[in-house]
């Protein structure tokens, strides 16, 4: 060993003898009056590699240092470093001051100065950013050297500078910015911190790798030079980058080999010098290669062609305009010719920036205005339809149509608002039909027998108290992120949405399908590391995927310390459906690249590990082969469309009257069929039968699901204890007739269902444990129980209504219904399909079949079963009870009754006859509460409050407040889209009196969809900053609290009056509802119900935004002048807009 470090420090004696002498060198040179940059410059190359040189040694000589020697050694490191650091800059900083003015690249003239030379030199320029990570690093140098490190230039010039050179999604990273020194640095750093991430950047480039377009005849020197290049450019970009072709060479080789001929590739292994791939190797022969067929062409005869094969329409380039004489000419193309340029054929390049990539994707193209775009057709002979070039747009045979207006030409060339298709680059045009590849669709195929493995991993997927470990596959070919069907029924997933996307099939097959659009958050196994992932739902991902099995491998990885979730854990704890093998999330492009972590390992020439923030995978072909084989093919593909209304409960009152009248006629004919199928027992009780669809699909007995989330279910009580008291519950009902055992032996005359059921657990109830249904569970391809029935009519929609008479009377008054579902008996016929499996108490692994007697709360159909057979019930009153019962009948929401009176005897009746009625039908009103009266307000407690349609009731003031419990509790995460959207929904508001407070983040989330920004993207600072503020000020709405009655301060002989005013802004629109009173003494009026929608993406003027407000207050008006029986009172509209009501006046 002292011989080794004996040697290493000869070495750098050497090598420290070298630095001394280049840096004597250069204080000599800087010392003379006329500096050679071209000998400074040599010298710092020469610095370079001894700099580095010594680097190496000096952490090889660190090993072989005693403690004792350890701070004299670093005091020599430092000192020759700092040297070295010294003298770099003090060159670098005089050859920058020698040529700096030769440089022009726009500088000020009072900044330039011309070179010595007589030569006149060209200017050079600098490339416009638009957003593209892989163009991020020249353009970052570019600027840099010529703008960033000039001395001469002030920040604010470098400022404009920069935002000259920005556009698209690059110059709104840093729009609104005042033009000071200090907001320089700061876009400067907002800039990097985007575009400049090391994983973004390098995970562009790998990707870039992965999809070289493959070379079909090695005769095509066009395409064989520019795959070349492509390759090279990639390869010097991850070098910049510190990573290494030799940490990725295992992957890339194949993949290169299989873009290549096949004549290529047999040449290639005839030229291998070893078993394992090398890139310098694999690139050198192709390099050879290339130049070889490059010489053979030069000496080919030109090919000669009788036939105007290339014919193009003659453009004059002084007029910039095609000749109208619509002269054409030809040119025949030598070998030469082929080697030295392009031919001009069908080509993907973009007409705006010459790259390859669609017209519709193009960031350069939407940072230019309508006009811009045409100008710059106009100039390259473009079509205005298709933006090919050489040919009219009256020639054009284009088919295209636009996905804003829906006439023939690109999106991109719409007259109308087309702003949302900024940054949003993977919305295409539907492309020309005669092109070879649509690139509407993109194809990843990985054939997988099973010694080859794809990158899976098991990550842990959590909502609310649910934790699940999923199978999960990374997929850089598809588009988006899906999750089973399965696994979102199981984690009970909260739908955030839907979207229908077009799905490619094996190059030509299309199909368009629905689906539900979800947001999960995902976990890596050791709990380090969590991320939020937007996922749609898909029945199948694909077939079950094999894991490595080749114990030298294995063995391998523990030597490294990688912990590959996929191998080292149990397949049995993950969620499956029928095998342990199934993988259940795909996470595709626009999740996956946030997750790499660009660190690479080496197992065997053909397989490696890639590290990401959810674990380590392993892609690849492994040493081992089994005689079994399978075979994945994926291919997913989007494209988006439009996404419906987010504003739901706005819209509650407001909506057409077409659409109500559509929707009261489904509900008419859904009552008439419960009406002919209902009965009633000898008790009273209603019996009624399921509401099935009509021509349903068959509908599976489920019992695989049942048993798998039966064993679920008893482990999760068991961990919480609670198993004695989950099977108390089911005893009670077995008792009370609720259920009904079923002899396993008995014969199935008809079809059967089983129902998974799961527990929910309340420390605060009298129940602490209970069971819930799941009639959403389904088998893969198959439909569930709830597909098959009919659910009735949207019971949100009858909230505003039900508030307006709580609202109306002096003393408001609330009750529900005891164990409401639990009280409606099931004809026998539909029992089967409600069945559900529990284990015997006392017996060991012994399962028993039960089903349901009575309605079920988890299926679809209950809350209408439940509203119809109350309705019923009320219909066929008593005469003395008629009029208790007109009042019950518009009272009810679900099983909630909510009313108001005037009087206390009102009350007092009310209470005791409601009661009377409904016990005769089984139903226990109870849970009484009611304003106070006058004899019992001391026994109140102080500000008790209740719960009333979602609002808080203070039942000893009589006022209602918005329920803020959900709201106040804290984000964490960067600000998104889905955020926003997210907070501004827990604000339940059925009366609308927080209108003003919530207008502002609609706006504010509209503003994002602008931006095109994905629902998980974080937001700009601006829009973040603005959110933030309205958030801190939330706080403040729990002190806000409106009269639960609109006639409280009215007196007896006021005169009543409506008054509804209507308003709007260019960001939104509004209407509100005033009761007045009139009397001798006073003026008062009350907020009767208030709504307000923001205005529409496409601009439109504000006297027709007027017109919207004026219509939304006549919807709101009717609606709710006939809730409140206030029919006869004059009603009054106000607005401000002359124009909306001559328009209205005019219609008259």
């Known amino acids: 060993?002292?011989?080794?470090?004996?040697?290493?420090?000869?070495?750098?004696?050497?090598?420290?003898?070298?630095?001394?002498?280049?840096?004597?060198?250069?204080?000599?040179?800087?010392?003379?009056?006329?500096?050679?940059?071209?000998?400074?410059?040599?010298?710092?190359?020469?610095?370079?590699?001894?700099?580095?040189?010594?680097?190496?040694?000096?952490?090889?000589?660190?090993?072989?240092?005693?403690?004792?020697?350890?701070?004299?050694?670093?005091?020599?490191?430092?000192?020759?470093?700092?040297?070295?650091?010294?003298?770099?800059?003090?060159?670098?900083?005089?050859?920058?001051?020698?040529?700096?003015?030769?440089?022009?690249?726009?500088?000020?003239?009072?900044?330039?100065?011309?070179?010595?030379?007589?030569?006149?030199?060209?200017?050079?320029?600098?490339?416009?950013?638009?957003?593209?990570?892989?163009?991020?690093?020249?353009?970052?140098?570019?600027?840099?050297?010529?703008?960033?490190?000039?001395?001469?230039?002030?920040?604010?010039?470098?400022?404009?500078?920069?935002?000259?050179?920005?556009?698209?999604?690059?110059?709104?990273?840093?729009?609104?910015?005042?033009?000071?020194?200090?907001?320089?640095?700061?876009?400067?750093?907002?800039?990097?911190?985007?575009?400049?991430?090391?994983?973004?950047?390098?995970?562009?480039?790998?990707?870039?790798?992965?999809?070289?377009?493959?070379?079909?005849?090695?005769?095509?020197?066009?395409?064989?030079?520019?795959?070349?290049?492509?390759?090279?450019?990639?390869?010097?970009?991850?070098?910049?980058?510190?990573?290494?072709?030799?940490?990725?060479?295992?992957?890339?080789?194949?993949?290169?080999?299989?873009?290549?001929?096949?004549?290529?590739?047999?040449?290639?292994?005839?030229?291998?010098?070893?078993?394992?791939?090398?890139?310098?190797?694999?690139?050198?022969?192709?390099?050879?290669?290339?130049?070889?067929?490059?010489?053979?062409?030069?000496?080919?005869?030109?090919?000669?062609?009788?036939?105007?094969?290339?014919?193009?329409?003659?453009?004059?380039?002084?007029?910039?305009?095609?000749?109208?004489?619509?002269?054409?000419?030809?040119?025949?193309?030598?070998?030469?010719?082929?080697?030295?340029?392009?031919?001009?054929?069908?080509?993907?390049?973009?007409?705006?920036?010459?790259?390859?990539?669609?017209?519709g994707d193009c960031n350069y193209a939407l940072s230019l205005s309508l006009e811009q775009r045409k100008k710059i057709l106009s100039k390259k002979a473009a079509c205005f339809i298709c933006a090919k070039p050489f040919h009219l747009a009256k020639f054009c045979k284009s088919k295209i149509v636009c996905t804003l207006c829906g006439k023939r030409h690109l999106s991109i060339l719409c007259n109308q608002d087309n702003s949302v298709l900024k940054n949003n680059t993977h919305l295409n045009e539907n492309k020309d039909d005669n092109n070879l590849l649509n690139e509407n669709f993109t194809l990843a195929n990985n054939l997988c027998s099973s010694e080859v493995y794809l990158q899976t991993l098991i990550v842990s997927v959590e909502n609310n108290d649910l934790k699940h470990y999923v199978r999960s596959i990374i997929d850089l070919g598809s588009q988006r992120s899906y999750v089973s069907k399965y696994v979102a029924d199981v984690m009970k997933l909260k739908c955030v949405g839907e979207q229908t996307v077009t799905?490619?099939?094996?190059?030509?097959?299309?199909?368009?399908?629905?689906?539900?659009?979800?947001?999960?958050?995902?976990?890596?196994?050791?709990?380090?590391?969590?991320?939020?992932?937007?996922?749609?739902?898909?029945?199948?991902?694909?077939?079950?995927?094999?894991?490595?099995?080749?114990?030298?491998?294995?063995?391998e990885l523990k030597q490294l310390g990688i912990f590959a979730s996929d191998i080292c854990l149990n397949e049995n704890l993950c969620l499956y459906e029928n095998d342990p093998k199934e993988i259940h999330i795909l996470l595709g492009a626009d999740t996956a690249a946030r997750l790499f972590t660009g660190e690479i390992k080496n197992l065997s020439p053909d397989l490696i590990a890639m590290n990401t923030k959810l674990g380590w995978t392993v892609i690849g072909r492994s040493r081992i082969t089994e005689n079994d084989s399978s075979s994945t093919l994926m291919s997913l593909l989007v494209n988006d469309v439009n996404i419906s209304d987010l504003w739901r409960l706005d819209t509650l009152n407001i909506n057409d009257p077409a659409e109500n009248q559509s929707r009261k006629e489904l509900e008419e004919a859904a009552k008439e069929h419960f009406e002919r199928s209902v009965k009633r027992d000898n008790e009273g009780r209603y019996i009624v039968s399921l509401p099935w669809i009509h021509d349903h699909p068959?509908?599976?007995?489920?019992?695989?699901?049942?048993?798998?989330?039966?064993?679920?279910?008893?482990?999760?009580?068991?961990?919480?204890?609670?198993?004695?008291?989950?099977?108390?519950?089911?005893?009670?009902?077995?008792?009370?007739?609720?259920?009904?055992?079923?002899?396993?032996?008995?014969?199935?005359?008809?079809?059967?269902?089983?129902?998974?059921?799961?527990?929910?657990?309340?420390?605060?109830?009298?129940?602490?444990?209970?069971?819930?249904?799941?009639?959403?569970?389904?088998?893969?391809?198959?439909?569930?129980?709830?597909?098959?029935?009919?659910?009735?009519?949207?019971?949100?929609?009858?909230?505003?209504?039900?508030?307006?008479?709580?609202?109306?009377?002096?003393?408001?008054?609330?009750?529900?219904?005891?164990?409401?579902?639990?009280?409606?008996?099931?004809?026998?016929?539909?029992?089967?399909?409600?069945?559900?499996?529990?284990?015997?108490?006392?017996?060991?692994?012994?399962?028993?079949?039960?089903?349901?007697?009575?309605?079920?709360?988890?299926?679809?159909?209950?809350?209408?079963?439940?509203?119809?057979?109350?309705?019923?019930?009320?219909?066929?009153?008593?005469?003395?009870?008629?009029?208790?019962?007109?009042?019950?009948?518009?009272?009810?929401?679900?099983?909630?009754?909510?009313?108001?009176?005037?009087?206390?005897?009102?009350?007092?009746?009310?209470?005791?006859?409601?009661?009377?009625?409904?016990?005769?039908?089984?139903f226990e009103l109870r849970g009484w509460e009611h304003s106070p009266t006058e004899d019992k307000i001391e026994e109140r407690q102080e500000d008790r409050k209740v719960p009333v349609l979602g609002l808080l009731w203070n039942l000893p003031k009589d006022t209602m407040s918005l329920d803020m419990k959900g709201l106040m509790k804290e984000d964490k995460g960067p600000t998104t889209k889905r955020k926003i959207l997210s907070t501004v929904h827990r604000i339940f508001d059925p009366i609308g009196f927080s209108c003003p407070v919530t207008l502002e983040p609609k706006c504010l989330l509209q503003e994002c969809w602008k931006l095109g920004l994905s629902w998980d993207a974080e937001l700009p600072l601006l829009i973040t900053e603005r959110f933030e503020r309205w958030k801190m000020k939330l706080p403040k709405l729990n002190a806000l609290q409106i009269p639960r009655c609109v006639r409280e301060d009215f007196a007896e002989d006021s005169k009543l009056s409506i008054h509804v005013f209507c308003d709007a802004s260019q960001s939104a629109y509004a209407t509100c509802i005033f009761l007045r009173a009139e009397s001798a003494d006073n003026t008062s009026c009350q907020l009767i119900q208030a709504r307000n929608r923001v205005a529409p993406l496409k601009k439109i003027s504000i006297p027709r935004l007027e017109l919207l407000s004026c219509t939304i207050g006549a919807r709101l008006a009717k609606a709710t002048i006939s809730e409140l029986g206030l029919e006869k009172i004059p009603i009054f509209y106000w607005s401000d807009s002359m124009n909306a009501l001559y328009w209205i006046k005019r219609n008259e």
């Open 698 to 922: 068959p509908l599976p007995d489920g019992r695989k699901i049942a048993e798998r989330r039966l064993n679920s279910c008893i482990k999760a009580l068991e961990r919480a204890e609670k198993l004695v008291d989950y099977d108390d519950v089911f005893q009670d009902w077995q008792k009370e007739g609720i259920i009904e055992e079923v002899d396993p032996m008995q014969e199935i005359k008809q079809g059967q269902h089983f129902l998974p059921h799961h527990p929910v657990f309340k420390e605060n109830s009298t129940t602490k444990v209970r069971p819930v249904f799941d009639g959403s569970a389904k088998e893969r391809n198959t439909p569930s129980i709830n597909d098959c029935l009919e659910k009735g009519p949207n019971l949100v929609e009858l909230i505003p209504s039900l508030m307006n008479r709580f609202r109306v009377g002096k003393y408001g008054v609330i009750a529900d219904i005891k164990k409401a579902f639990l009280q409606i008996g099931l004809q026998e016929r539909d029992r089967p399909y409600l069945r559900f499996l529990w284990k015997n108490r006392g017996k060991e692994g012994n399962i028993k079949i039960l089903q349901h007697k009575r309605v079920v709360f988890g299926i679809s159909s209950s809350p209408f079963l439940l509203g119809a057979t109350l309705e019923l019930h009320l219909k066929n009153a008593p005469d003395h009870l008629k009029e208790t019962a007109q009042q019950l009948m518009r009272s009810f929401y679900v099983d909630n009754c909510v009313f108001s009176v005037n009087t206390k005897k009102e009350l007092a009746r009310f209470i005791s006859e409601s009661q009377a009625l409904l016990s005769t039908a089984k």
């Open 1 to 359: 060993m002292d011989d080794k470090s004996g040697r290493l420090k000869k070495k750098r004696g050497v090598t420290r003898t070298s630095v001394t002498k280049i840096c004597k060198a250069i204080e000599t040179e800087l010392t003379k009056t006329d500096v050679n940059v071209d000998a400074l410059e040599e010298m710092l190359e020469q610095l370079a590699v001894e700099s580095n040189e010594l680097k190496n040694l000096d952490s090889q000589i660190e090993e072989f240092v005693s403690d004792d020697k350890l701070e004299k050694e670093v005091k020599e490191v430092a000192e020759y470093t700092q040297k070295i650091i010294t003298w770099k800059f003090r060159a670098t900083k005089k050859i920058r001051e020698r040529t700096k003015n030769v440089d022009s690249l726009n500088v000020p003239s009072s900044c330039y100065k011309e070179p010595s030379s007589n030569i006149k030199l060209p200017k050079l320029s600098i490339s416009k950013f638009c957003g593209q990570s892989s163009l991020w690093l020249s353009f970052c140098n570019s600027f840099e050297s010529a703008i960033h490190e000039n001395d001469s230039l002030s920040e604010v010039s470098k400022f404009n500078y920069l935002k000259a050179h920005l556009g698209g999604s690059a110059l709104s990273t840093i729009e609104g910015f005042a033009l000071t020194p200090e907001n320089y640095e700061i876009a400067i750093k907002l800039l990097k911190e985007r575009f400049g991430r090391s994983d973004v950047l390098i995970n562009t480039h790998l990707n870039n790798l992965l999809r070289i377009c493959p070379l079909k005849n090695s005769d095509d020197i066009v395409s064989f030079r520019k795959m070349f290049d492509n390759i090279q450019i990639e390869i010097r970009s991850l070098e910049s980058l510190n990573v290494f072709k030799e940490t990725y060479q295992n992957l890339l080789c194949p993949l290169l080999l299989k873009c290549l001929p096949p004549d290529l590739v047999l040449e290639y292994n005839k030229s291998m010098k070893s078993d394992k791939y090398e890139i310098n190797e694999l690139v050198d022969f192709l390099s050879i290669q290339l130049k070889a067929k490059e010489r053979s062409l030069m000496y080919a005869s030109p090919v000669s062609s009788k036939k105007e094969k290339y014919s193009y329409p003659r453009y004059d380039s002084s007029s910039e305009k095609i000749n109208n004489s619509r002269c054409f000419s030809s040119k025949r193309f030598s070998s030469s010719d082929l080697i030295s340029s392009e031919v001009k054929t069908k080509t993907n390049a973009c007409i705006f920036c010459n790259e390859f990539h669609a017209v």
């Open 503 to 555: 799905h490619g099939l094996f190059g030509g097959l299309k199909r368009r399908e629905n689906h539900k659009k979800y947001s999960i958050e995902l976990r890596n196994t050791e709990n380090n590391f969590s991320c939020n992932v937007e996922v749609m739902d898909q029945n199948k991902i694909c077939t079950s995927l094999p894991k490595l099995k080749d114990p030298k491998n294995i063995e």
